[in-house]
């Protein structure tokens, strides 16, 4: 996903400031997608500039509302069909367990304990996230995707550290 569009989409479900839209990737894309303040204005601008939004009116303190054009609308549909999705996936927690054997088991076993823990916390995070109201209509699928993801890594790294401290204890023995 690019910034881009994901500001296209959320932008087409209703019309918003750049601090809303700072919040809806904070409250509901997270677990797909994150962006900060700093990424989000200078990309509305290029946005604007390109004919794909609007300033839709000015608030207080300069507060820009934007909506999306037709041509905007055009985009994003262009590539949430068009566009294949890079699906390279990084992880750097999970690269380091490759490399658990470097270290004391009771250190690895306490490395997996803290993903568990990192990941019920995420759980946790997306089952509230789940009981609000969405950013936009199809919002509760990628948001059950990460209730179900973490809860899956939470469960993993659960298992992971009992083996290792299995392991461990069977090589003592």
Not at 47 to 66: A, D, F, M, N, S
Not at 148 to 168: G, K, Q
């Amino acid at each position: 996903m690019s910034l881009r569009h994901g500001l296209l989409g959320l932008i087409a479900a209703r019309p918003t400031t750049g601090y809303d839209l700072a919040k809806s990737f904070e409250a509901s894309l997270a677990n797909v997608w994150a962006a900060q303040l700093s990424q989000i204005y200078p990309e509305l601008g290029r946005l604007h500039e390109q004919g794909l939004i609007r300033v839709l009116g000015t608030g207080p303190r300069q507060k820009k509302t934007y909506e999306i054009t037709d041509e905007g609308l055009a985009e994003v549909r262009r590539w949430v069909l068009d566009v294949e999705p890079d699906r390279a996936h990084r992880n750097g927690a999970m690269l380091r367990t490759f490399f658990l054997w470097l270290v004391d088991p009771a250190e690895a076993e306490a490395y997996l304990r803290r993903e568990a823990a990192i990941h019920r916390g995420n759980l946790e995070r997306f089952e509230e996230m789940a009981g609000r109201e969405p950013a936009t209509p199809s919002a509760p699928l990628p948001v059950e995707w990460a209730v179900r993801y973490c809860r899956e890594l939470a469960e993993w790294s659960e298992w992971a550290a009992d083996r290792v401290r299995d392991e461990s204890r069977a090589a003592r023995a």
